[in-house]
Each structure stands twice: as C-alpha cells, then as structure tokens.
C-alpha cells in the first residue's frame, strides 16, 4: 500500500513545554512523527498480523468518526496488514472467513494526534478509566487506545478502500524518493521550508520536531523561501531527512524495549527542538525560537541564520524597532534589565556599563537642525480695573452668555420676561405657532403672560 499522509490540520504540531516521556497531557507531550509511527507499526504488527480482531470496545463513542461499515463489522476478521498513512496508523482486515494471506477489505485507521498513545495488554485487560478510549482485542492480547488530554481529538475510521483514499491528501514519502521527485515537490508550491515540511499535502509524516533537527543538521533557516533555494541546498536538505529520520528511527527501535510506552516529541538528544535558551550542540550558543499561535519552532542563529534573531509574531511586534536583530544585542537587553533591578555596585550593574547603550532616534541631529523648542507662554498683560458695572455691550452680551450657561433657571426666567414684553407682531407670530400644538389652551396663555407683563411694569 502506497503510504502517503493523512490530511491533518495539525501536521506542524505546537511546541510545548518538554515532557518526562509517558504522554501526562498535550502539554508535556506532542504528536508522534515518523519515527515514532513506524516502530509503533513494528510492534503492533508483530503481535497482531494474521490473528484476528475478535471485538472492538470504546469507552467513548465519540472517538469513532464513521458509521458505514458499522464497527461490528471488523469483528473476527484477520489482521493483514499494518501500514501508515502519514502519521495514521492503518490495520488492514481480511474479508469475513478468509485467511490472513489474502488481501483487506476493510481498514481500520487510528489516529493519535497529540496525545494518544498506544498499551499492548493481556487479553481482555480494562479500558483505563480517565484516559482509555478503546480497546482492540485479540487473541494475542488487548491492544488500548488511550489520551491523556482534556481535548479529546484522536479519531478511529473503519473504511473500505474508496474511504482510505479519501484519507490520502497525495504527499510523498521522502525516504523513498529521490532528489529529483524531492525538489519539484519542494518547489511545487512557495512556501517558507518550516510550512513545507511539514505541510501533509507534500510530504508525508513530517512534523513540528523533527522539522526543526532536518534544518538545524542542514544549516538552514526555517523561514527561507523554497524558491529561493539552489539545487545544491536541495540536495543537502534531502540527504539531512535521511540522516535525521534513520537515525531517530533506529534510536527509538533501541528504547522501546518490549513495546513503545514512552513517546514523545521531546527528547534530551535533540539538537534543537524544545531546547529554547539551551546551548546548541554544534557551536555553543543559545538556541531561538518563534512563537505564533500555539506553535513554536526552534533554530540556532549562528548555525542557521548567520546570527540574526528571526523576528517573532508576538513579542516582535510589541518592540517594533527595540526589536534584537542580532544575538549581542540580545544579550545586551537583557543584561541591560537585569542590572536595573540589580543593586548599585553588584556584578550585574557593573557588567551592564561596559556594555554600550544604543543612540536615542534622533541622537545624530546638530543644533541647527534640532527642532526648536516651544517658547514660553508670556504672563498675560494686566488689563485695568473697570468699574462695577460699566462693561461695555460686548462683555455684557458675553456674560450674559456664560450666566445662561451656568444658571439654566435664570436663562430661563429671562426668556419668559422676554416672551412678556413681545409685540403684538411676535406675539401673533408665537400664539400662531402654538396654536397648532394645543389649540384649547393657546389663547389662554397669551392672555396670562400679558397680564404678568403689565403687573411688572406697574
């Protein structure tokens, strides 16, 4: 069966905070890649092909995503083989009654996205209570499916053949091809060399870990473009898959003893990979990392940039030009930090004066280019004193202005003592107007405000 990967949106899986080994959440661990898929693959089909699967238990029922066939259907069917699909595991299943020499009928996919994980068991052992997913039973033993993760996204398909192609989203698998089937599919498609490694759709198993030792052993940054590449770089990205996924591979087969328990993307031997402010192996200095989303990806800047910090989504855009080009300016910011908290005279605030401040925006301007400063306000002039009394109309109009602002009820009196005193032009004009308004009452209110006008004139 040609084992190309399963489309997947979590091909490049979030860097997270490095495990102990046993998968405790999708915090402590990642997802299985390559490596780890294929000695699964060993063990599983070394203790399962030609015995036959005489029932399936789940403890949960939403980890089975299809309904035809139903799952009863695998039932005391023979294993004929055990295959991949990227990172999916494949059981293939010999039609009902037939041997385990023919060829499958049905298939039955797992996969274990971030934290599920496999337990091979007695015969009929129990589904763990708080991880357990499923149980797959032979008559060899008891093979678990379990997730450690309050997320639960591990899957199981039972498909026939036209749904395991559904499943294949057309990558190549590199180990098996060469340089030339390699680099136009790298170049199919312009992307940064991080997304196209580890992009399903072009190659196959390939994830967030191991992507990040395929460049740090090839001297690559992450972030250069596919097109931008030479044959020549090509060919050395080519020949570094095969080192790292051969190698990764044949360590994993040596530590996992009677079966693969402990699995995870974190490792003490990586060279970069959850290794962020950790010396690189190859020449010493701190490795990186970029942050986006979730995800992380880690490289050494003198092995793969020529000592340039790649700038972060997150914390770059908050810094803007503050932002460390280089490594000595990094070092430089946080010594710099660290010695203003330090006290006066310790080893911290001492280190930080030999190390020479960047010059202010602006620092190169000469005073006849400097902009000027703002002159001082000049005290206003002391206008005379006026008799109480004797503002001119101007000033008297503007108080009467600011008191109407003020005093809301005394604007208000003015204005009715106006209305009192209108001609008999404006007066018509108001009672005209309110008549629409309250027909019954208008002539009623024209008679009372003429009466209090003549009472205040009198």
């Known amino acids: 069966m040609h084992e190309t990967p399963a489309a997947d949106a979590s091909a490049g899986a979030g860097r997270l905070p490095p495990g102990s080994g046993g998968a405790a959440d999708d915090r402590v661990s990642a997802m299985p890649e390559l490596p780890d898929v294929d000695v699964y693959i060993e063990h599983i ?38 295959t991949r699909i990227g990172k999916r595991i494949v059981v293939g299943l010999a039609a009902a009654g037939a041997s385990a020499a023919g060829s499958a009928e049905l298939y039955l996919v797992i996969h274990l996205m971030v934290a599920g994980r496999f337990r091979w068991k007695p015969a009929g052992a129990p589904i763990p209570g708080k991880l357990g997913l499923a149980a797959f039973d032979f008559d060899s033993g008891t093979l678990l499916l379990t997730e450690a993760s309050t997320k639960k996204r591990a899957s199981i398909h039972l498909v026939r053949a036209a749904g395991l192609a559904a499943l294949d989203p057309g990558g190549i698998e590199v180990l098996g091809s060469d340089v030339g089937t390699f680099a136009a599919r790298l170049r199919s498609e312009n992307h940064t060399l991080k997304r ?36 020549e770089e090509i060919a050395n990205l080519h020949a570094s898959i095969h080192v790292v996924l051969e190698e990764w591979t044949d360590r994993l087969r040596k530590e996992a003893g009677e079966f693969p328990e402990k699995v995870t993307a974190f490792r003490p031997e990586m060279a970069v990979h959850g290794k962020y402010g950790q010396p690189c192996p190859r020449c010493g200095r701190p490795v990186q990392r970029i942050r986006y989303a979730a995800n992380e990806s880690n490289y050494c800047p003198t092995c793969q940039t020529d000592d340039k910090l790649l700038a972060d989504r997150s914390l770059s855009r908050l810094m803007r030009g503050d932002w460390p080009k280089t490594l000595e300016e990094l070092e430089a ?46 005290p206003p002039s002391a206008a005379p004193p006026k008799a109480k ?59 009372t405000a003429a009466r209090r006008a003549g009472a205040r004139r009198r």
Do not use: W
Not at 340 to 361: H, L, Q, V, W, Y
């Open 45 to 82: 089909a070394a203790r399962t092909r030609g015995h036959a699967l005489e029932r399936v238990r789940l403890a949960s029922p939403f980890v089975l995503r299809t309904a035809d066939p139903p799952l009863a259907a695998a039932a005391g069917r023979k294993v004929v083989s055990v």
């Open 196 to 231: 196209a490694l580890t992009d399903p759709h072009l190659f196959s198993g390939i994830g967030n870990a191991y992507s990040d030792e395929i460049l740090h052993h090839a001297r690559m940054s992450p972030v250069k473009l596919t097109s931008r590449l030479t044959d």
């Open 333 to 378: 910011k946080k010594t710099q930090s660290r010695a203003a908290a330090a006290p006066a005279g310790s080893i911290a605030a001492r280190a930080a004066s030999f190390i020479p401040a960047r010059p202010p925006a602006g620092a190169g301007a000469t005073p006849d280019t400097a902009p000027p400063k703002a002159a001082a306000r000049e």
């Open 389 to 447: 009394g004797a503002a001119t109309p101007d000033t008297a109009n503007t108080n009467a202005k600011t008191t109407a602002r003020q005093r809301p009820s005394a604007a208000a009196a003015a204005k009715s003592r106006t209305k009192g005193a209108a001609t008999p032009d404006t007066a018509n004009t108001n009672a005209k107007t309110t008549a629409p308004q309250r027909p019954s009452t208008a002539a009623a209110k024209s008679k």
